[in-house]
C-alpha cells in the first residue's frame, strides 16, 4: 500500500520558534508538495520540488523554506513561526509521468502557533 | 476573483439522495481535472480523474467536465452516510503541469 507519512498529526509551537514539518513517501515519486489548508480557503501550494536539491516557490511561501536532500523526504520549515501560520499542512508527492496530476497525500499535521 | 471557485455548502443530503457538486473557473489551460474526497482528520484522496471534456462514470460517481462552460460536476447517485465527507475539485493544465489548483472545498453529509 503506497504511503506518505508526515511526522506529526498535531504539533502546538510558540512565536518565533523554529518548527520543522517532515514528510516522507515509499512511491518513488519524483514530485512532492507541501500544502496549508484552512477553512473557506481551500488548499493552497506553499512549495514544490522535482527533484533531489529542487524547490520552487508555491502560491504562498513566504515565512516557509524547504529541504529535499534525498528523494523520498521532503521537509517544510517555519523560520519564525508566527500565529497566522496555524493551520492544517498537508504533503503530497506524485510521478512524473502522464498521471503526475495525481496527488498522493499524507493525513496532515495541524499546526498551532500560540 | 478565485481561479477555482467552489460551493463550501456545507450540503446536507438523506440516504439514497443524487448529489450534486460543481466548480466553475477561469484559466482556459486547465485540461486536467479531479476530484478528491477528504475524510474528518485524513488526507485528501484522489477519487475521480478526467482529461479534457466529457463525462466519466465509477461506480455510483459521474464526473461531467464541459470546457467551454468552464464548469465541472461530480454526481453521487445513491448516496450513503459513509459518503460524508468534503469534497474537493482541482485542476491543472498549460505550464502549471503537475501543480494542482484546488477549489475551496464542499462538506457534504448524508444522514440515515
Known amino acids: 500500500d503506497v504511503k506518505v507519512t508526515q511526522s506529526s498529526r498535531y504539533l502546538v509551537k510558540r512565536t518565533g520558534e523554529k518548527v520543522f514539518l517532515e514528510c516522507v513517501q515509499d512511491?518513488?515519486?519524483?514530485?512532492m508538495f507541501w500544502y496549508r489548508q484552512d477553512p473557506g480557503l481551500g488548499l493552497r501550494l506553499i512549495y514544490f520540488s522535482y527533484d533531489v536539491k529542487m524547490k520552487e516557490k508555491g502560491d504562498i511561501p513566504e515565512g516557509y523554506s524547504v529541504s529535499r536532500e534525498k528523494k523520498e523526504r521532503f521537509s517544510l520549515i517555519l523560520e519564525s513561526a508566527s500565529t497566522n501560520q496555524t493551520s492544517m499542512y498537508l504533503c503530497?508527492?506524485?510521478?512524473?509521468?502522464?498521471?503526475?496530476?495525481?496527488?498522493?497525500f499524507g493525513s496532515g499535521t495541524q499546526l498551532s502557533v500560540l | 476573483q478565485k481561479e477555482v471557485e467552489q460551493d463550501p455548502g456545507p450540503l446536507s443530503v438523506p440516504e439514497g439522495a443524487i448529489v450534486s457538486l460543481n466548480c466553475t473557473y477561469s484559466?482556459?489551460?486547465?485540461?486536467?481535472f479531479m476530484w478528491y474526497r477528504q475524510y474528518s482528520r485524513k488526507g485528501p484522496e484522489l477519487l475521480m480523474y478526467t482529461y479534457s471534456s466529457g463525462n466519466k462514470e465509477d461506480g455510483r460517481f459521474t464526473a461531467q467536465v464541459d470546457k467551454s462552460s468552464k464548469y465541472i460536476s461530480l454526481f453521487i447517485r445513491d448516496s450513503q452516510p459513509s459518503d460524508s465527507a468534503t469534497y474537493l475539485c482541482a485542476m491543472t493544465g498549460g505550464t502549471s503541469y503537475g501543480k494542482l489548483t484546488f477549489g475551496q472545498g464542499t462538506i457534504l453529509t448524508v444522514h440515515p
Open positions: 484559466n482556459s489551460a486547465f485540461q486536467y
Open positions: 503530497a508527492s506524485s510521478r512524473v509521468d502522464a498521471t503526475n496530476e495525481k496527488l498522493f
Open positions: 512511491m518513488d515519486h519524483e514530485n
